[in-house]
């Protein structure tokens, strides 16, 4: 294991071993633990008691967060000359068509986000082994295959995040940036793990949000208690 610097000790000493936080302390406490140079992410993991093999138990959707990531969200809208103008006048970083298919099909993925147009989605499935993988595929249940091209847009700049359990049973997510204030890192907490809760699938037995930890890009993991996100 690498040696940890002085200020990573120091960040770890502050978070008691063992301890569960309620969500306003840990909200404040992740940003007093963090220790890059730079404006690091805040991120959240939710273990929920699914089993994601079994489709009935697959948890995934979009939640708009009320405060936003603090990225700079990079958007690239897939679509028809007629709709080209919606979608640059709402901040589509790239638009066009076939150029782009091109560009990604020779490799270039420099986005976070495709919006596009159904029209278009069937020119989009022989790139689904470059853009599956990177999370990339645009999605009608994540509001990203849609003919409200300027809507999809303006939304996921406003910090409209799509979210998916993982083969673990995990839900990871960026949730801010430690410049945020507490206050703003605990309601785009709160605003997730509310939107978890509503889509609880029924076939999920047991308890459902089994563990929540806050950290950011270079600090140690504070665990924080479910019943403290209501």
Known sequence: MAKLTKKQKEALSKVEKGRIYN????????KEVNTAKFD???????????????????VRGVVSLPHGTGKDVKVLALVT????AEAKAAGADYV??????QKIK???????????????????????????????????KSGTVTMEIGKAVTEVKAGKIDFKVDKYGI???GIGKVSFDAAKIKE????????????????????YVKSIYLSSTMSPGIAIDSKSVN
């Open 23 to 30: 969500l306003e302390e840990g909200s404040a406490l992740v």
């Open 40 to 58: 690091a992410s805040v991120d959240i993991a939710v273990r929920l008691g699914v089993d994601p093999r079994k489709a009935n138990q697959m």
């Open 81 to 84: 000359p007629d709709k080209e």
């Open 96 to 101: 066009g068509l076939d150029e782009y298919l």
């Open 106 to 140: 020779d490799g270039w993925t420099d986005v976070d986000v495709i919006v596009t147009m159904p029209a278009v989605m069937g020119k989009l499935g022989p790139l689904g082994r470059v853009l599956g993988p990177r999370g990339l595929m645009p999605n009608p």
């Open 171 to 173: 839900i990871h997510a």
């Open 188 to 207: 785009n907490a709160q605003e997730l793990i509310s939107t978890l809760i509503k889509m609880k699938p029924t076939a999920a037995k047991g308890t």
